[in-house]
């Protein structure tokens, strides 16, 4: 399966985003799907997941009530809503699927870079 991610972009503090995770070859509807960063410096981490199953999010601590992952089905789309952005949510934004420790994955797509500054 192959995904690929977009709506990166440099934002001010505070501003928002839109992140779309786009799959090719397969219907987005058959898995779990996370999102994922990695910062510069730092390791990577998930932050935000939609379970297949029922569609219900999971958020990490550092991103809860301030990111919203969501489908759109007629798309085959996994969107990454980011508001409230902050300097630390700067970082290269990956998803794949499954919702399991970063460390489990072998591979990467090119992700899509958020960059927050004044």
């Known amino acids: 399966v192959e995904f690929v991610e977009s709506g990166g972009g440099l934002v001010q503090p505070g501003g928002s985003l839109r992140l779309s995770c786009t799959g090719s070859?397969?219907?987005?509807?058959?898995?779990?799907i996370g999102w994922f960063r990695h910062a510069p410096g730092k390791e990577r981490e998930g932050v935000a997941c939609i379970s297949s199953n029922d569609r219900r999010p999971y958020y990490a601590d550092s991103v809860r009530g301030r990111f919203t992952i969501s489908v759109d089905f007629a798309d085959n789309t996994v969107i990454l809503q980011i508001d409230s952005l902050k300097p630390e949510d700067t970082a290269v934004y990956y998803c794949?699927?499954?919702?399991?420790?970063?460390?489990?994955?072998?591979?990467w797509g090119q992700g899509t870079q958020v960059t927050v500054s004044s």
């Open positions: 794949a699927a499954g919702c399991r420790s970063p460390d489990d994955y072998d591979s």
């Open positions: 070859g397969f219907t987005l509807d058959d898995y779990t």
